[in-house]
């Protein structure tokens, strides 16, 4: 069965800092994996995916996430954080079936950005 | 901006009650999806449309239905509300397998 762990439930970092958001994932398939970002009151937005193509992926606003089959992991990476990237943050694995996907989410990350 | 709508975008209503939300999908895609997002909950998947047809049923509750129509747009219909409903619902849609979803901006519905 198809499942994301998302192992950190806050994340608190200073802004300019690295950012650091961990996901593990489980899939019977080679999977689809997504990162999705939702700030307050707003629906979520696709940040990257992979799809098996390069290992690292770049994503918008600078975040960039590395596939790592051996350890079945998908961190979500920064280099330096900004206010405005304060937000909760989705990891998702894609279910093929049929003609249509399914995606199975994470239960989320809040990211906190100190001035 | 993703390209899926959601109307309304916020809905106060009673216990007991009915309502219908609406969402029109990207021009193209033929999934729809249906999420529920509550604080306590998180985000739970309800249900998915693909071309009119029900492709999957997550955590719906029997009192909530869903359908989707000829033009694709679709709508989530919750009956006999309850406290307990009060979330933020999420539309999202799909193009072909194994691709990502996008989602509209919600319906906060706040049941008094």
């Known amino acids: 069965a198809q499942s994301v762990t998302q192992l950190d439930s806050h994340v608190s970092v200073s802004e300019g800092t690295p950012v650091l958001l961990r996901c593990n994932y489980s899939?019977?398939?080679?999977?689809?994996l997504f990162w999705y970002v939702q700030h307050p009151n707003k629906g979520l937005q696709l940040l990257l995916k992979?799809?098996?193509?390069?290992?690292l992926v770049k994503g918008i606003n600078g975040f960039e996430a590395e596939f790592k089959k051996s350890e079945t992991s998908f961190h979500l990476t920064k280099p330096s954080a900004h206010m405005s990237d304060a937000a909760e943050y989705f990891c998702a694995v894609s279910v093929p079936y049929s003609s249509a996907s399914k995606i199975i989410f994470g239960s989320g990350t809040r990211l906190s950005i100190r001035p | 901006d993703s390209g899926v709508t959601q109307t309304p975008k916020h809905l106060i209503t009673a216990t007991g009650q009915r309502v219908t939300l609406r969402c029109s999908p990207r021009s193209g895609d033929l999934s729809v999806y249906w999420y529920q997002q509550s604080l306590d909950q998180g985000l739970q998947f309800l249900i998915q449309?693909?071309?009119?047809?029900?492709?999957a049923k997550g955590n719906i509750l029997e009192r909530f239905s869903a359908q989707q129509f000829p033009d694709l747009h679709s709508e989530l219909n919750l009956s006999s509300l309850e406290l307990g409903d009060s979330a933020l619902y999420f539309c999202?849609?799909?193009?072909?397998?194994?691709?990502?979803?996008?989602f509209g901006p919600g319906t906060r519905l706040t049941v008094l």
């Open positions: 899939s019977s398939y080679s999977p689809s």
């Open positions: 449309y693909y071309n009119g047809e029900e492709r």
């Open positions: 999202a849609s799909s193009g072909e397998a194994r691709s990502e979803q996008f």
């Open positions: 992979y799809t098996s193509a390069a290992t």
